[in-house]
């Protein structure tokens, strides 16, 4: 009797079988929240979609006009009913159809829920009356009960020639603006763009909104490397060319727009039908993508133009996209620890562990991230263009006949990519090679590479022979001895240790600043094109990366991209990418003698176990 | 005793005397706005622009940081303290010095203070640190303390241009967004414009917008006029016309921008220091204005597309202004009463009289609004082109030779503009004409013109001999024996008939709604270009205007403009027009059978008195 006259009540959700106690009166949305049960209501709980049907045992306030109109009198007999408008008002049990369901979209380390900044409403706008001849756009703010609704000139030009159809109308929105109008019901075509803007490489990768599913990926040079291979010679250009920016802002819009017309082919989706674009990219792509001189990047202190996310239509950055279209920037976390960053953090999940983390982004620029949800520290890497292939004799990217990987058994077998012959290598081939030949006794603590002379006894002949001099410089010949020559030379080596010890000092740094040793690290995540491609026991026998046990080390692949993904579906996962911009405290190497004797010291190799 | 113990204290503002008795602690800006004196301060009381300078006696709180900064010492020894900072702490005498006073624009009701929703500020950044390189945009938003302030693409783009330049920035706000950046000192640069677009004729105007003075104005034909006379025959092209709508957009745009050249040229101001300009127009005018097809207007229940105000980038209209620049479109009250009529409104303040008040804008297009503070009904007038002359056989516009005042006086004496031959007759010239005839008894109550044969006994000769036959017609020659000749025909006065009884049978309709007699009509102001030249006796004389008092009729102008541009000064305007816009109920005549009725009787001359 006295849970009788109690006001919370059991309700339960199936097929989970999780429960919550909820007061009577709870709406079956809200509960179900409150059990952790995420039923997907588009229209955000206003009982104008009629997506969010659940079945119902138990007892429950009476039907509203609006579950009326979209649950036939059947339905409603057998006890569905729409969970954002029936009412608690006993103990019941709820079962959430999968349909019903809010779709979880995959991130490397939580999924978030599919909550996308866009959606599409179908509707048919009521007929004005003389009586009350209410314009267009006050009749569709009615129909979506949105009373805020805003609306710009684009959605209000394609409005008014949508009004003569008799198939009703399609409003998408964002936030609380409605951006077009579209003929009929279109509401099934929906999508986006996540983009990673690299000082090398664009990725890009189109999105239905509706589900989440990534429809296509399209990869291009980043054309601006026509003015130079790094960020600082693109700085340079846009300080001594007053058509800098404007030359660099146009070599990345033209990238931008032939990924969008190769992913639109590859998908068959109608430009018309996307809607928002994300973006990450480090910060002086992020501001050459908005066209923004990046100058104050290339001096102490090294301040960004602007750190904020930034929301803007598609059309300030011409983006061939439909006039209502809009992009997201995600936020950079300083000068040089850009929006890519605040990918890989969002797309790991490391600001959101529990235990200590670090993810290490590899290429062009790079940056690590060291910590968990108590506190965040990042560095950038000033590693250089080693692990790119440029400063390498034999360097290249790892695309047709570059070394990958490398291993020394008696003789020299390679990984070659498209297993053709090699005509050069790539960064992880380099670091394979390098820590071949370091647990082989042929690279010594310093660097120095043997030579045929003094080469540690009972080495097989097969690799003795391969130690050869070119130009008067010490060489490893990787290639086989018929084919096309393919050497490691004593400089590659020397190019490799500064790269790998900038990287290293700098983790070291961050592992000081939080106070944190190599045991506390639970996770090494090794994110970035290439950063995927490392071998985790080479990167730790040439001293990149903390000597953690190998389980510990994980390939995460271009997680900035899964982060701009994660923005693209889900707001709340944007909302935690501008909390991480703000949480993440970035450490200014340069503004430390200490980085200096931790990189003298990085330099070194490892002693070999 | 007791009083020094009170918490209330009195202030005396002067030079005015005003006094408020306010709580200790309260700033002296807050007291003044209770006393009823409106101090200037730009940055919104926040104590970074130093404008507030106010000269006090009495017991106030110690100096602030901010007051250190932007007073002399000098000055705070002879008691100058800023408004917005210093705190009331016992009884004070303020002298508010006429800089620091809120400039008031003129209206034609009441006055405005001047509170543009532009304002400029001019800031040092402070440098960025090692320690906190904190974005350029962060740093803005810290020296403006706005910690809310957005930025768009363009002022981006400015803020990083001017980051290397010693003479500081001015940001240009408008609301809690920068919109531009540009370097050193430019804040006294800060203009606006305000258009109205009519049917036939548009007219501009440029605002200084730190003082609220109109530089310069200028006014065009609205060349859309080649596609028909009137609005509905630009309906029926945008509904014909696959290309309509874009046609009609372009030939307004043009004009527009052919305006904005001429203002800048005349005021000699630089095209990229104008931030915004205010439109109204008729719902038409609006929509096409907007690029937005008006076909809902040209059937019933004549629907507005969007009747809201609309907040845009100048660039959607391709408005030839800085990507900055923006527009406000003030909101319609329905599809046939436009924000042309707001405009009326808000300049001629009807809708913060107490006693009722009648305002009728006359032109292609015109309205009625009736009504006080209390309540407010508006109906359009159906006039058709009468009064703009189209329909009338000798009719022109208000341009050189046309006859624009008629008296009879033994003979006929005419007002011609630029006092040349007559050539025509404009609106104000007819409505002259019939009144003066009509008092003459050569019109009847029936609108039938005497002929030579049944005219009136005892009239002079002089008039007599104008009553003739042209073609088979009845007329009445207006021009001189010996010049060209101008007639006034029956069917002139046929076609006045139709259009003063469309209009004023709408005022009856109008008057019925509120339950209003003419007695109660405490004033009438005639709007419009033209609704300014009638003469209000020969208004009253012809039906077009109820009786009242002739001290009751104003004639105030092209009052739609200076509504406009008291929305373009003053944000509080703003605020009011879109209640405005929201608070008069629209009549629509179409829909009843007693307007037909109204009609009928309305097109009766009165009886002569």
């Known amino acids: 009797m006295i849970e009788a006259t109690s006001n919370a009540v059991e309700v339960t959700f199936l097929p989970d079988g999780k429960t919550a106690r909820v007061p009577r009166g709870t709406r079956v949305n809200a509960a179900a929240a409150m059990a952790g049960v995420f039923v997907d209501a588009p229209c955000g709980d206003r009982g104008v979609c009629g997506k969010c049907r659940v079945q119902v045992k138990g007892e429950l306030g009476p039907p509203t006009m609006s579950e009326s109109k979209y649950l036939a009198r059947k339905l409603l007999d057998d006890r569905w009913r729409l969970g954002c408008q029936a009412t608690i008002q006993g103990p019941c049990t709820v079962i959430v159809p999968r349909s019903s369901l809010q779709i979880a979209v995959e991130g490397l380390g939580e999924d978030v829920s599919l909550q996308p900044n866009v959606r599409k409403a179908h509707v048919e706008l009521p007929e004005a009356t003389i009586a009350e001849a209410r314009s267009a756009f006050t009749r569709l703010r009615t129909v979506l009960a949105m009373p805020r609704l805003r609306i710009g000139t684009p959605a209000l030009r394609s409005l008014a020639a949508a009004l003569a159809t008799p198939d009703g109308l399609t409003a998408t929105l964002v936030g609380d603006e409605c951006v077009t109008v579209e003929v009929g019901d279109t509401s099934a075509s929906c999508y986006g763009l996540a983009f990673d803007v690299g000082t090398t490489t664009v990725v890009g990768s189109l999105v239905d909104l509706k589900t989440g599913e990534e429809l296509a990926v399209s990869a291009s040079l980043n054309e601006q490397a026509l003015y130079g291979a790094d960020v600082i010679s693109r700085i340079k250009l846009a300080i001594e060319d007053p058509a800098g920016v404007e ?39 992020h501001h050459l993508v908005l066209g923004i001189n990046p100058a104050s990047l290339g001096q102490a202190p090294y301040a960004a133009v602007v750190q904020d996310a930034v929301a803007i239509p598609a059309g300030d950055l011409r983006l061939n996209l439909s006039p209502a279209a809009r992009v997201y920037m995600l936020p950079v976390i300083a000068g040089h620890v850009g929006a890519d960053t605040v990918g890989v953090v969002l797309a790991t999940g490391l600001h959101r562990a529990d235990d200590v983390r670090l993810a290490v982004d590899i290429g062009t620029n790079g940056e690590s991230v060291l910590g968990s949800r108590h506190a965040m520290v990042a560095c950038s890497n000033a590693a250089g263009p080693a692990f790119e292939g440029t400063s390498i004799r034999y360097g290249m990217r790892a695309t047709l ?7 020394l058994d008696g003789d020299v077998h390679l990984s070659v990519v498209g297993r053709t012959a ?7 081939g380099l670091i394979d090679a390098v820590a071949e030949l370091r647990l082989a006794g ?11 002379e003094d080469a540690p006894q009972g080495l097989p002949q ?24 393919v050497y490691l030379t004593q400089r590659d080596i020397r190019e490799l240790q500064l790269a790998k010890g900038a990287i290293f000092a700098g983790i070291q740094i961050l592992k000081r600043q939080l106070d944190v040793s190599d045991d506390d690290i639970a996770e090494i995540d090794l994110a970035g094109a290439f950063g995927s491609y490392i071998r985790p026991d080479s990167a730790q026998v040439i001293g990149l ?14 997680a900035a991209r899964v982060g701009a993904r994660l923005a693209l579906v889900s707001t709340a996962a944007r909302a935690e990418a501008e909390q991480i911009a703000h949480r993440v405290a970035h450490q200014e190497l340069f503004a430390r003698t200490e980085f200096l004797d931790e990189f003298m010291a990085a330099m070194l190799f490892p002693k070999v176990e």
């Open 442 to 452: 042929l690279v010594d603590e310093s660097g120095r590479l043997a030579g045929p």
């Open 401 to 407: 006949g570059a070394i990958q990987g490398v291993a």
């Open 422 to 428: 090699p005509v050069g290598i790539c960064g992880s």
């Open 545 to 558: 990366i903390p000597k953690v046990p190998l389980e510990r080390v994980r390939s995460v692949g271009n």
């Open 462 to 485: 097969a690799l003795l022979d391969r130690l050869v001099a070119v130009d008067g410089e010490r060489c490893f010949r990787l290639s086989p001895e018929d084919g096309q020559p």
């Open 247 to 285: 030359k660099l802002h146009s070599q990345i819009v033209r990238v931008l727009n032939s990924l969008i017309d190769d992913l639109l082919k590859q998908a068959k989706v109608d430009r018309a039908h996307v809607y928002e674009a994300t973006i990450v990219g480090n910060t002086c792509m």
